[in-house]
Each structure stands twice: as C-alpha cells, then as structure tokens.
T-cell receptor, first 111, second 113 residues
Framework: DQQVKQNSPSLSVQEGRISILNCDYT??????FLWYKKYPAEGPTFLIS?????DKNEDGRFTVFLNKSAKHLSLHIVPSQPGDSAVYFC??????????FGQGTRLTINP | DVKVTQSSRYLVKRTGEKVFLECVQD?????MFWYRQDPGLGLRLIYF???????EKGDIPEGYSVSREKKERFSLILESASTNQTSMYLC????????????FGPGTRLTVL
C-alpha cells in the first residue's frame, strides 16, 4: 500500500523554464511533508519542507505547495538549472516520526 | 553538517552468506535509519533506532536485523542473503523528533548472486 505516490517517473524541462514535480498521498494523518534530492552515487539531501498548517513554503528558487483537501503537494523550481537534474523524492511523516517516501521522479534539465 | 559514512560503496555476496552493512555518524544524533532503494519503489524503511540498544521495525524488516551498541554506529545484518535483497542500501541519521533533517550516507550497492 503506497501511501505516498509520485506518478511521474521522469520529467524533462528546458533550462530556464519552470519544473513542477507532483506528489499525492493517502494518509490524512500526515502532518509534515518534505522533498529530498538525490544525485547518482550520493545519498538523498533535504531540500524543502512544509507543515500541514501551511499551504506554501518558499526557499529561493524552490516552492512547495500543499493542497490538503486534494491530498496533493507539488514542488516548483523556477528557473530550472542544469544542476537541478536529479531524482526528487517526496516524503511525509506523522508527528515527526519516521518518513514515508514516494517512488521518486527523475528530473532532467535540457540546455 | 552531519557526516554519515557507510562501510562499503559496492558489495557482492553469495546466496546464504551473512552480510553486515555498517553505518557511522559523527554528530551524536539520536535517530538512525536503514532504507533500501529500488527502482519504481523509492526508499523503503527497513529498521530504525531512537537510542542505543533500541530498535524498531520499519515497513520491510523481513530478512533483516540490526544492532546499535554505540550511539554513532548502526549495523544492518542480512542473516542469510537472498537474491531479492540485491538493492541500494541507505543509512540516515537525525536529531530526536526532527525527521526533516535526515542526513544520508552515500549508500551501499549490494548484489547477491
């Protein structure tokens, strides 16, 4: 039972454009959501997070949006840069306990 | 920043062998985790530990055990390796009650023949 789903295995975006990565979840008890970024041969690194009491959190080029009624979150990257090419995982937790990860989306930024 | 190291980047073992994957963190964090990453399945939690000598099962603990004798070290043990345990294994550490700052090691690519 996949509680956190990333339905797009891959996404290709032109440099300078907006990248939008999507994530859906089924457990309404999740109260904290995170995005991690992973380069090949490295472990994932924390990117940005959002609490369930908010609907938007912004950090530089990265913005995460949360739609609780739709159980959906998205990560926007503007403008996209070649160094953003990586696998992105969304994750969720209940009460700051263990994380549940999605399947990941491979983002490729084309010059 | 926390540094999390894993004993091997690549490992090849035979079916039935006992396998030890070691993870060490250098920032005195209470929580440590073992995940496996497989294509199309993302990261799945195998075991985690909130303190020395404490362990909790994650979502897929079958076929695995763990050991945490010291705060900085968390070991994953495959008692009798099988081919379906071929995977990328990732260790992570974070402060207590603060799961957003999980720091990951580089991973161990295990192949079981």
């Amino acid at each position: 039972d996949q509680q956190v789903k990333q339905n797009s295995p891959s996404l290709s975006v032109q440099e300078g454009r907006i990248s939008i990565l999507n994530c859906d979840y089924t457990n309404s008890m999740f109260d904290y959501f995170l995005w991690y970024k992973k380069y090949p041969a490295e472990g994932p690194t924390f990117l940005i997070s959002i609490s369930s009491i908010k609907d938007k959190n912004e950090d530089g080029r990265f913005t995460v949006f949360l739609n609780k009624s739709a159980k959906h979150l998205s990560l926007h990257i503007v403008p996209s840069q070649p160094g953003d090419s990586a696998v992105y995982f969304c994750a969720a937790s209940v009460g700051a306990q263990k994380l549940v990860f999605g399947q990941g989306t491979r983002l490729t930024i084309n010059p | 920043d926390v540094k999390v190291t894993q004993s091997s980047r690549y490992l090849v073992k035979r079916t039935g062998e006992k396998v030890f994957l070691e993870c060490v963190q250098d920032m005195d964090h209470e929580n440590m985790f073992w995940y496996r990453q497989d294509p199309g399945l993302g990261l799945r939690l195998i075991y985690f530990s909130y303190d020395v000598k404490m362990k909790e099962k994650g979502d897929i603990p079958e076929g695995y055990s763990v050991s945490r004798e010291k705060k900085e070290r968390f070991s994953l043990i495959l008692e009798s390796a099988s081919t379906n345990q071929t995977s990328m294994y990732l260790c992570a550490a974070c402060k207590g009650g603060n799961t957003d700052t999980q720091y990951f090691g580089p991973g161990t690519r295990l192949t079981v023949l």
